[in-house]
C-alpha cells in the first residue's frame, strides 16, 4: 500500500495516560499534516511538518500536544495527560512540497478517552 | 463568518437525481480540494482545482476564481455516493468546510 498508512485505527486512553499516533506518509511525500476532527464538527489544522522541522504549528493546542516528523520512521502526534475532550478523529496527511499535486489523507486514528 | 462555506449543510435526494453542492471562500487560494468521508471512514480526496472544471466519472467539479466559488456535481446518484462531502482550500495550510451530508435514498 503505496498511501498515507496511520497507526493505530482505533486507541483507548484513561485519562491523563499519553496517547501516540502514528503516520507514515506516501511514498515520495516529505510534506506531513496533522488535523482533528471533533465529533459534529469538521476538521480543523493542527500542524505542518517537513521532516525534522516543524512549519506551522498555529492549530496545535498550546500545551499537552506535540508533533515530529523525524528524519527516520513515521511521524508522531503526542498527546500527554488525555482528556475527554480529546476524543476525536486525528487524521495525516501527506504532500510534496508546497502540496502542488494535492494530498492524500490517511485513514485517521479515533481516539476514545475514558 | 467561515472563511470555507459549504451549503446545503444536508442533503437527501432519490436514487438517480442530480446532485449539487457548492462551496464558496473568502481567502486568496492556490487549488481548491473536494473530499468525500464515509461514516466512520476515511477521508478520500475526489478534485484538487484551480480552475476550469474537472470530470471522474459521475462526478464533476467547477471552480469559478473571479467569484470564489466552486460546485460538486453528482450526475445519477446512487446510494453508495451517501457520505459527508467537504470542501477544503489550500492558502499556507487548508482550511476545510464544514462538510455537506448527503444522503440517497434506494
Known amino acids: 500500500n503505496a498511501g498515507v498508512m496511520q497507526n493505530p485505527r482505533h486507541l483507548v486512553r484513561r485519562r491523563g495516560q499519553e496517547a501516540r499516533l502514528r503516520c507514515s506518509p506516501m511514498k515520495g511525500h516529505s510534506h506531513v499534516y496533522w488535523y482533528r476532527q471533533l465529533p459534529e464538527e469538521g476538521l480543523k489544522f493542527m500542524v505542518y511538518?517537513?521532516?525534522?522541522?516543524?512549519?506551522?504549528e498555529s492549530g496545535m493546542p498550546k500545551e499537552r500536544f506535540s508533533a515530529e516528523f523525524p528524519k527516520e520512521g513515521p511521524s508522531i502526534l503526542r498527546i500527554q495527560q488525555v482528556v475527554r475532550g480529546d476524543s476525536a478523529a486525528y487524521f495525516c496527511a501527506s504532500s510534496l512540497p508546497t502540496g502542488s499535486n494535492g494530498y492524500t489523507f490517511g485513514s485517521g486514528t479515533r481516539l476514545t478517552v475514558v | 463568518k467561515n472563511e470555507v462555506e459549504q451549503s446545503p449543510q444536508n442533503l437527501t435526494a432519490q436514487e438517480g437525481e442530480f446532485i449539487t453542492i457548492n462551496c464558496s471562500y473568502s481567502?486568496?487560494?492556490?487549488?481548491l480540494h473536494w473530499l468525500q468521508q464515509h461514516p466512520g471512514g476515511g477521508i478520500v480526496s475526489l478534485f484538487m482545482?484551480?480552475?476550469g472544471k474537472k470530470k471522474h466519472g459521475r462526478l464533476i467539479a467547477t471552480i469559478n476564481i473571479q467569484e470564489k466559488h466552486s460546485s460538486l456535481h453528482i450526475t445519477a446518484s446512487h446510494p453508495r455516493d451517501s457520505a459527508v462531502y467537504i470542501c477544503a482550500v489550500s492558502v499556507d495550510k487548508i482550511i476545510f468546510g464544514k462538510g455537506t451530508r448527503l444522503h440517497i435514498l434506494p
Open positions: 481567502v486568496g487560494i492556490s487549488a
Open positions: 482545482l484551480s480552475s
Open positions: 511538518l517537513q521532516k525534522e522541522n516543524i512549519i506551522d
